[in-house]
């Protein structure tokens, strides 16, 4: 459903961005996109997002051509400071049908209760729980998320993590995932990309075959992680590189 064709965005004659990115995603595929910093991770999911139209090449995102829904998740949560958690999903919503959706996604998330707090009285965990309910209410084709837990602390991150795979698996939402974090990308995806150079092209593919939800201490993902951070030039010698 999901396909990227020889895309390539770059700056600066030439310079930085990424290129040349092709891949295909099934429906209800997680795909993990890794890459040291500057690489062209969150410039690649803006222009999948449709937020910058600079590029060349060709991607399709939804069903339809015509149809082109996708659900946008960055690092902090960007809510409206002066409505409500339950106006924040909900906003710009019209249809009853739409209103019942917000209801259900507040469950979702596990924010019942807090539907009339404001962004302020909300833990950073709280605040991208709702950040995750809002970006699912148009019930995009493609979540596109933006190291979505890095801000938060070990534990509530892994405890969005797991949420994330909840809502996976009640909605088998198609979702793309730019991470810094080798451990969350083997704990959530399908298949990970690593991206390297400036401008960043696809350097390896790395499948996960292992059902989720997995175990985070898994000696197979462990093995992936080192094969990973080989992939990422991260795992020389490590004499070497603390002399
Ligand atoms: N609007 C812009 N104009 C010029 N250069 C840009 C612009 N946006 C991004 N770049 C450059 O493109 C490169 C990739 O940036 P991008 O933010 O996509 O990297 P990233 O892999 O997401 O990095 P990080 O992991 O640090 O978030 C960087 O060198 C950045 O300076």
């Known amino acids: 459903m999901l396909a990227v064709q020889n895309v390539t965005r770059t700056f600066n004659k030439g310079k930085a961005g990424f290129r040349n990115v092709t891949f295909s995603m099934k429906e209800g595929e997680i795909i993990g996109i890794?890459?040291?910093?500057?690489?062209?991770k969150s410039t690649l999911l803006r222009v999948l997002?449709?937020?910058?139209?600079?590029?060349?090449?060709k991607f399709t995102l939804s069903k339809t051509d015509s149809d082109h829904k996708v659900g946008m998740m960055f690092q902090e949560p960007r809510l409206m400071p002066?409505?409500?958690v339950n106006d924040n999903i909900g906003f710009g919503v019209k249809t009853a049908k739409q209103k019942e959706l917000a209801k259900e996604l507040l469950d979702l998330v596990g924010l019942n209760g807090f539907e009339n707090h404001y962004p302020k009285d909300l833990s950073g965990g709280m605040a991208q729980r709702t950040a995750i309910a809002r970006s699912l209410?148009?019930?995009p084709d493609v979540l596109l998320l933006d190291e979505p837990f890095s801000a938060l602390d070990a534990f509530t991150k892994m405890q969005l993590q797991d949420l994330l795979l909840?809502?996976?698996?009640?909605?088998?939402?198609?979702?793309?995932?730019?991470?810094?974090d080798i451990d969350e990308a083997?704990?959530?995806?399908?298949?990970?990309?690593?991206?390297?150079?400036?401008p960043?092209?696809?350097?390896?593919?790395?499948?996960?075959?292992?059902?989720?939800?997995?175990?985070?201490?898994?000696?197979?993902?462990?093995?992936?992680?080192?094969?990973?951070?080989?992939?990422?030039d991260l795992n020389n010698d490590i004499k070497e590189k603390v002399q």
């Not at 890794?34 to 062209?40: A, V």
């Not at 997002?49 to 090449?57: I, M, P, R, T, V």
């Not at 960043?200 to 992680?225: C, F, M, N």
């Open 200 to 232: 960043g092209e696809i350097y390896a593919e790395i499948k996960i075959e292992q059902k989720k939800p997995r175990s985070r201490g898994d000696v197979t993902l462990a093995e992936k992680k080192a094969e990973i951070l080989n992939l990422l």
């Open 186 to 198: 083997l704990y959530l995806c399908d298949r990970v990309f690593i991206l390297r150079g400036q």
């Open 166 to 180: 909840s809502i996976w698996k009640k909605r088998q939402t198609t979702m793309v995932l730019v991470t810094h």
């Open 82 to 84: 002066w409505l409500s």
């Open 34 to 40: 890794l890459g040291t910093s500057g690489c062209g």
């Open 137 to 139: 209410i148009t019930e």
């Open 49 to 57: 997002s449709g937020l910058d139209d600079q590029y060349s090449g």
